[in-house]
C-alpha cells in the first residue's frame, strides 16, 4: 500500500501540475456563486431564493456543457498521449458546435419566457419576479461561458490548466468589484439588486472568454486552431465522437435534471427551506473543489496512458486515485463538520434558515468520502477509458431510481424536515459506490478509443 501510494514521484509531480491549477480554478467558480449569494443576502431571502432559481437553471447549462467537455475531454487526453494536435482540434470543433447551439437556443428560451420556466419550481411570484428579471439580463453570458468550458477543458486535456485558472481569477475579481458596484449603487450607479448581480456576471464571463481566447491564439497553443481545422472532421470521426459523448451528454443532462427536481421538491417546500439549501449548497461547493479537481486530474493522466497504450499504468493510477480522494474526503468532511456554524455567520437569515443549514452541512461531512470516490470513479476513471455507456446507467438510475423518488415521497407527501430529505436524496451515493466499485476492479472500462479515429 505504502508503495502503492507513494512510490511514484513522477506521477505525483504531474498531479500537482494539472490539479492545482484547476482546484483554484473550481474554487474561484465556486467563489463567484458564494460572492453572489453573500451580496444578494443582504437584500433577504426571497432575493437568495429568487438568484437560486436563476442559476439552477445556468446549473442544467453548465452540466451539458461539462458533459460536452468531459466527453471530448476522452479524446484530447489520449490523443495529446500521442501528441496528436491535428486531431485534437477537430474534437474542440465538435464539442465548440454542440455547446455554443444549445447555449444559444438557451439564452432565446430564457429571455423570452422566464417566468414560464420559472413557474415550474415555485409558486412564490414575488421570487417568480425577482428571479425573472435576473434572468432576463444572465442569460447574455451563457454564449462566451460554452466558449470558455471548450477551449479550458481542451487545455486542461493537454496539460494546460493554468491559462483557465487565471481567466477564471479575473472573472472573480471583475464580478466582485461590479457585484458591489451594481447591486448596492455605488459609484454613482443606480442600486440596481438582484439585477446588478446579473450584469455583473454577464460582463467577467466576457472578460473570461476574450482573454482565454487571446492567450490561446497569441501563445499558439494546441486549441489555438483555425476555422478550417475546427471543422474539418470526417462523418465517421463525428459518428465515433458521438458515439462516446453522447452518453456523456445524456449522463449530465438526466443526473442535472434530476438534481433540478430536488429544488422543485425544496422550492414547493416553502422559500425558507430553499434559502437553507441554496446556501449549504455554496459551501458544500466550494469544500468540493478540491476533489473534482482531483477526477479531472485524473481523467488526463489516466488519459494519456491510455493512449500511450500504458494500460497497466493506467490501472495503477486509477487505484491510486480512488484511495487518496476519499481519504482526503474524510479530512475535509471533518473540518467541515466542525465549523459549519461559524461559516453560516456571513448570512442575514432567519433562525430557521440557519438551523437548517447547519444541519445538512453536518449530514454532508459525513457523505463526503463516498461522494468523492464516484466523482472520481465515473468522471475521472471510468469515463477517461471511454466507458460512457456504464457510467450514464450508473449515475442515472441513481437520480431517478432512488434519489427523486425519495425526495418527493419524504418532501411533499410525508412533509419530513429537509435534511431528512436531504439524507435520503444522498442514499443514492451508496447504490452508485457499491456497483462502481465492481466495475472499477473489472477494468472493463480500459478502452482506447482513438485507435479507430488516427
Given at each position: 500500500?505504502?508503495?502503492?501510494?507513494?512510490?511514484?514521484?513522477?506521477?505525483?509531480?504531474?498531479?500537482?501540475?494539472?490539479?492545482?491549477?484547476?482546484?483554484?480554478?473550481?474554487?474561484?467558480?465556486?467563489?463567484?456563486?458564494?460572492?453572489?449569494?453573500?451580496?444578494?443576502?443582504?437584500?433577504?431571502?426571497?432575493?437568495i431564493?429568487?438568484?437560486?432559481?436563476?442559476?439552477?437553471?445556468?446549473?442544467?447549462?453548465a452540466?451539458?456543457?461539462?458533459?460536452?467537455?468531459s466527453?471530448?475531454?476522452?479524446?484530447?487526453?489520449?490523443f495529446?498521449?500521442?501528441?496528436?494536435?491535428?486531431n485534437?482540434?477537430?474534437?474542440?470543433?465538435?464539442?465548440?458546435?454542440?455547446?455554443?447551439?444549445?447555449?444559444?437556443?438557451?439564452?432565446?428560451?430564457?429571455?423570452?419566457?422566464?417566468?414560464?420556466?420559472?413557474?415550474?419550481?415555485?409558486k412564490?411570484?414575488?421570487?417568480i419576479r425577482?428571479?425573472?428579471?435576473?434572468?432576463?439580463?444572465?442569460?447574455?453570458?451563457?454564449?462566451?461561458?460554452s466558449?470558455?468550458?471548450?477551449?479550458?477543458?481542451?487545455?486542461?486535456?493537454t496539460?494546460?490548466?493554468?491559462?483557465?485558472?487565471?481567466?477564471?481569477?479575473?472573472?472573480?475579481?471583475?464580478?466582485?468589484?461590479?457585484?458591489?458596484?451594481?447591486?448596492?449603487?455605488?459609484?454613482?450607479?443606480?442600486?440596481?439588486?438582484?439585477?446588478?448581480?446579473?450584469?455583473a456576471?454577464?460582463?467577467?464571463?466576457f472578460?473570461?472568454?476574450?482573454?482565454?481566447l487571446?492567450?490561446?491564439?497569441?501563445?499558439?497553443?494546441?486549441?489555438?486552431?483555425?476555422?478550417?481545422?475546427?471543422f474539418?472532421?470526417?462523418?465517421?470521426?463525428?459518428?465515433?465522437?458521438?458515439?462516446?459523448?453522447?452518453?456523456?451528454?445524456?449522463?449530465?443532462?438526466?443526473?442535472?435534471?434530476?438534481?433540478?427536481?430536488?429544488?422543485?421538491?425544496?422550492?414547493?417546500?416553502?422559500?425558507?427551506?430553499?434559502?437553507?439549501?441554496?446556501?449549504?449548497?455554496?459551501?458544500?461547493?466550494?469544500?468540493?473543489?478540491l476533489?473534482?479537481?482531483?477526477?479531472?486530474?485524473?481523467?488526463?493522466?489516466?488519459?494519456?496512458?491510455?493512449?500511450?497504450?500504458?494500460?497497466?499504468?493506467?490501472?495503477?493510477?486509477?487505484?491510486?486515485?480512488?484511495?487518496?480522494?476519499?481519504?482526503?474526503?474524510?479530512?475535509?468532511g471533518?473540518?467541515?463538520?466542525?465549523s459549519?456554524?461559524?461559516?453560516?455567520?456571513?448570512?442575514?437569515v432567519?433562525?430557521?434558515?440557519?438551523e437548517?443549514?447547519?444541519?445538512?452541512?453536518?449530514i454532508?461531512?459525513?457523505?463526503?468520502?463516498l461522494?468523492?470516490?464516484?466523482?472520481?470513479n465515473?468522471?475521472?476513471?471510468?469515463?477517461s477509458g471511454?466507458d460512457?455507456?456504464?457510467?450514464?446507467?450508473?449515475?442515472?438510475?441513481?437520480?431517478?431510481?432512488?434519489?427523486?423518488?425519495?425526495?418527493f415521497v419524504?418532501?411533499?407527501?410525508?412533509?419530513?424536515?429537509v435534511y431528512?430529505?436531504?439524507?435520503?436524496?444522498?442514499?443514492?451515493?451508496?447504490?452508485?459506490?457499491?456497483?462502481?466499485?465492481?466495475?472499477f476492479?473489472?477494468?472493463?472500462?480500459?478502452?482506447?478509443v482513438?485507435?479507430?479515429?488516427?
Amino acid at each position: 500500500m505504502k508503495k502503492l501510494l507513494f512510490g511514484d514521484s513522477v506521477f505525483y509531480k504531474n498531479l500537482f501540475r494539472i490539479a492545482i491549477p484547476i482546484t483554484i480554478q473550481n474554487l474561484i467558480m465556486s467563489s463567484l456563486n458564494f460572492v453572489d449569494t453573500i451580496m444578494v443576502g443582504q437584500l433577504g431571502e426571497t432575493n437568495i431564493a429568487a438568484v437560486a432559481l436563476a442559476n439552477q437553471l445556468f446549473f442544467l447549462i453548465a452540466l451539458f456543457l461539462f458533459g460536452v467537455g468531459s466527453g471530448a475531454s476522452v479524446f484530447v487526453a489520449q490523443f495529446w498521449g500521442k501528441k496528436d494536435v491535428i486531431n485534437i482540434r477537430k474534437v474542440l470543433g465538435l464539442s465548440m458546435l454542440c455547446s455554443v447551439v444549445v447555449s444559444v437556443l438557451a439564452t432565446l428560451i430564457v429571455m423570452i419566457f422566464p417566468e414560464v420556466v420559472l413557474s415550474l419550481f415555485t409558486k412564490d411570484t414575488e421570487v417568480i419576479r425577482i428571479s425573472a428579471s435576473y434572468l432576463r439580463i444572465v442569460c447574455f453570458s451563457y454564449i462566451p461561458t460554452s466558449i470558455t468550458f471548450c477551449f479550458a477543458s481542451t487545455l486542461r486535456s493537454t496539460g494546460q490548466s493554468k491559462l483557465p485558472m487565471i481567466a477564471s481569477a479575473v472573472a472573480l475579481s471583475v464580478n466582485t468589484v461590479l457585484n458591489y458596484i451594481f447591486i448596492f449603487g455605488k459609484l454613482g450607479m443606480p442600486a440596481m439588486g438582484a439585477r446588478g448581480a446579473a450584469a455583473a456576471t454577464v460582463i467577467a464571463r466576457f472578460a473570461e472568454a476574450i482573454l482565454i481566447l487571446g492567450a490561446v491564439y497569441s501563445l499558439k497553443l494546441a486549441p489555438a486552431a483555425s476555422f478550417r481545422e475546427l471543422f474539418a472532421f470526417s462523418r465517421d470521426f463525428a459518428v465515433r465522437f458521438f458515439q462516446v459523448v453522447i452518453p456523456v451528454i445524456m449522463n449530465e443532462v438526466l443526473w442535472s435534471t434530476g438534481v433540478t427536481m430536488y429544488t422543485v421538491v425544496y422550492g414547493r417546500m416553502g422559500t425558507n427551506i430553499l434559502a437553507s439549501i441554496n446556501i449549504a449548497s455554496a459551501i458544500e461547493g466550494i469544500s468540493f473543489v478540491l476533489f473534482r479537481s482531483m477526477s479531472n486530474a485524473c481523467a488526463v493522466l489516466v488519459g494519456n496512458k491510455i493512449g500511450e497504450g500504458d494500460e497497466q499504468t493506467a490501472f495503477t493510477y486509477s487505484l491510486r486515485m480512488a484511495i487518496l480522494g476519499p481519504a482526503l474526503g474524510i479530512t475535509v468532511g471533518l473540518i467541515l463538520f466542525f465549523s459549519s456554524g461559524n461559516l453560516l455567520v456571513f448570512y442575514n437569515v432567519t433562525e430557521q434558515v440557519y438551523e437548517n443549514a447547519r444541519i445538512i452541512l453536518r449530514i454532508f461531512s459525513f457523505v463526503i468520502p463516498l461522494k468523492v470516490f464516484n466523482m472520481i470513479n465515473i468522471v475521472g476513471i471510468l469515463r477517461s477509458g471511454g466507458d460512457t455507456k456504464f457510467s450514464l446507467i450508473l449515475d442515472t438510475f441513481g437520480v431517478w431510481f432512488i434519489a427523486v423518488p425519495l425526495a418527493f415521497v419524504g418532501g411533499l407527501v410525508y412533509h419530513l424536515p429537509v435534511y431528512i430529505v436531504y439524507v435520503l436524496v444522498n442514499l443514492e451515493e451508496i447504490f452508485k459506490f457499491s456497483l462502481g466499485l465492481k466495475r472499477f476492479i473489472s477494468k472493463k472500462w480500459i478502452n482506447n478509443v482513438i485507435v479507430q479515429m488516427e
